[in-house]
């Protein structure tokens, strides 16, 4: 092991490998894998059923953000429609485990494979459009996926829904939230890798040169359509991948979740994660599940009360409410996001007392 | 035939009320280049602060007409003042999203309110403005709408044409660095726009609650009817708004007449993709020219 350095006091990198570093530090490195041991390690064990539950939907959803955020804020391609792409993932998974008759660890991947067609079909327009017609016509594909499933009945039955089989993953019946907790984690902690090394490659700075200045990217020989579709390609297959998944652990689905609504919260984890980070995008995960299981928690407790119960039910619908505060408050305050927060907090950390 | 001219009629009608919810959302973005998504929710508001002012305190309806037209001049002007001036320079995301944030919170508030029920104004349009052409028969609130529809888009339209202030925002939405350095208070401009933005939303809202009862689900989910609209008339242009208001109800009205009623919501969206794929700025919209 090498020797543990601390912060310097100034930039002091003198070569690209260190500014490409995903640890500036040993001691980053060191406390993400002691997270990561806590978090596989004690995390599961001392959590009750229903916090590993909302534990299990934020692995899924800090998934499905990742691949939006590659697509935002790297790419800065703006996409409505990855709850679509979601939905199609979730669709994928559950016809090719049933119909298909795949085994859990083909059909996740295999979905994510199919999302990831999906979306370069409804990516193709990014050749042409850019900034709000694109924006558009991602709002347009939202729209058209939700009509096919919930009208291409031989396929998809229709609004009757899908029944999945138990997921098994090595003999081992993948049956319980703690099992699942392991699946989901172990995904995530892949595809986390996977992401942030991907923005140390020529494709990554591809993506950053495109969201930058596309025709300059394209002056710099960059083949954007070729990107943009790739990044288009790469976020739906994390969709995919997280809607798959999300199948497998509902056991049932049907056509209501994959709607507008969907994608929206999507692009709210990423923007109040911070867009263009990839621990953003899990900030963001957990900030909107948490909201909106928080705000769960408080309404059913005022349901509770006699004296509240009418005011609880109106409190549903202060719900929609407090999650576009949170995303209103958060791009006319700190519209970096959490990671900047978070990187505040740290630097506060690490300059005290002697912070300037 | 005759069901061919019925669903003529009722696509036109539905046209022009697309036309017209489209109208406040061209404004909006021809001078400030905002992307509203909360359009749906400010007609929503329109409509049920017209139903809180007949149906609630009972004022007569021209009155209550008129204080819901400054009410929402007002709030289109705080919207803009409170949450959008910030943002101004600002990268399209967050542009985008704050007013995806503003029309959640927007619907939240409405149906902490009003709930999610359907609602209805107490009838107030006499029969006798009923049109019998033939065996087609127009209801009263048809007529009315495409009155009031063409009224305002005569005024809109002279607004612009004459109008100091019109001509301001028509300057501001071809150049805005050219029209600050002539001395527009673009500022100004973008209150403005919002304001009447917000005025135009909310009649359009009371037209729409006058013909199929107001429910914030309903006219929300307007206001995302109006991207494929505009798209077909173009981003920046009024009269386009209008034309592809009227060409996406007819197609709205003819697919659900003639080939299947669940299609109806979708073919507006497959539409507008095929527009953006061959005329990637919509039928009557300005290609931007940009340099790196």
Avoid at chain 1, 85 to 94: D, I, K, Q, T
Avoid at chain 1, 181 to 200: D, E, K, P, Q
Avoid at chain 1, 301 to 324: I, Y
Avoid at chain 2, 237 to 249: E, K
């Amino acid at each position: 092991m090498k020797r543990l350095t601390f912060h310097p006091c100034g930039n002091y990198k003198e070569h690209y490998g260190q500014e490409l570093a995903i640890f500036e530090t040993d001691f980053g490195r060191m406390w993400a894998i002691i997270g990561i041991a806590l978090l596989f390690g004690a995390v599961p064990f001392i959590s009750s059923p229903y916090f590993l539950y909302v534990l299990n939907m934020t692995g899924i959803a800090a998934i499905a953000a990742l691949g939006l955020n590659i697509l935002i804020g790297f790419t800065g391609q703006i996409s409505l429609g990855h709850g679509a792409f979601f939905g199609v993932g979730a669709y994928a998974g559950a016809i090719l485990a049933t119909t298909v008759g795949l085994p859990f660890w083909a059909a996740v991947p295999a979905a994510g494979i199919v999302t990831a067609l999906v979306g370069m079909v409804f990516g193709i327009p990014s050749g042409r459009l850019k900034g709000l017609y694109l924006t558009i016509a991602t709002l347009a594909g939202q729209f058209i996926i939700e009509y096919i499933l919930v009208h291409w009945d031989s396929l998809t039955k229709g609004t009757m829904g899908i029944m999945l089989p138990a997921a098994s993953l090595f003999g081992f019946e993948v049956n319980t939230d703690l099992r699942f907790f392991y699946v989901i984690f172990v995904s995530l902690t892949c595809v986390t890798l996977v992401a942030s090394n991907l923005m140390r490659t020529r494709y990554g700075r591809a993506f950053i040169a495109i969201r930058d200045n596309d025709r300059a990217a394209e002056g710099m020989g960059i083949p954007i359509f070729f990107y943009k579709l790739l990044s288009f390609g790469i976020s739906s297959f994390y969709a995919g991948f997280a809607g798959a998944l999300w199948a497998y652990y509902m056991r049932a689905i049907s056509t209501e979740p994959f709607t507008l609504g969907l994608s929206v919260e999507y692009i709210a984890m990423v923007i109040i994660g911070g867009l263009g980070s990839i621990p953003g995008s899990i900030f963001g995960a957990v900030f909107i599940t948490g909201l909106n299981e928080s705000l769960r928690f408080v309404t059913d407790a005022m349901m509770n009360f006699p004296a509240l119960s009418g005011f609880g039910l109106n409190m549903a619908s202060l719900r929609e409410f407090a999650f576009g505060l949170a995303i209103v408050l958060f791009i006319l305050i700190e519209p970096k996001g959490l990671a900047e927060v978070w990187r505040i907090i740290r630097s506060t950390f690490r300059l005290w007392p002697f912070s300037y | 035939m005759e069901f061919f001219f019925q669903l003529l009629i009722n696509g036109l009608s539905i046209g022009l009320l697309y036309g017209l919810s489209a109208l406040g959302f061209v404004m909006i973005f021809k001078s400030s280049s905002v992307l509203n998504f909360a359009h749906g929710q400010l007609l929503a508001i329109g409509a049920f602060f017209f139903l809180v002012l007949v149906s609630w305190l009972e004022l007569p309806i021209f009155v209550a007409f008129l204080i819901t037209l400054a009410g929402s001049f007002v709030l289109g002007f705080a919207v803009e003042r409170i949450f959008l001036r910030p943002l101004i320079g600002e990268s399209l995301i967050f542009v985008i999203m704050l007013t995806v944030g503003l029309a959640s919170m927007f619907k939240g508030l409405l149906l902490f309110f009003f709930g999610g029920n359907l609602q209805t104004y107490p009838e107030f349009l006499p029969q006798s403005m009923a049109i019998q052409l033939g065996s087609i028969y127009i209801p009263p609130v048809y007529v009315a709408s495409s009155l009031m529809g063409g009224i305002f888009l005569l005024l809109f339209g002279l607004f612009f044409k004459y109008s100091p202030q019109g001509i301001f925002m028509r300057s501001v939405a071809d150049n805005q660095t050219a029209a600050m350095s002539l001395g527009v208070h673009v500022k100004k401009v973008f209150a403005l726009s919002w304001a009447i933005a917000a005025l135009v939303a909310s009649m359009s809202g009371i037209v729409l609650g006058i013909i199929n009862g107001i429910n914030v689900h309903e006219i929300s989910s307007i206001g995302l009817k109006v991207f494929p609209v505009v798209i077909l008339g173009g981003l920046d242009s009024i009269g386009g708004a209008i034309i592809g208001g009227i060409i996406i109800g007819l197609l709205e009205t003819f697919t659900s007449g003639y080939i299947s009623p669940s299609l109806r919501d979708v073919i507006p969206y497959i539409v507008l993709v095929v527009i953006l794929l061959i005329k990637p700025y919509g039928l009557f919209g300005l290609a931007e020219i940009e340099r790196v």
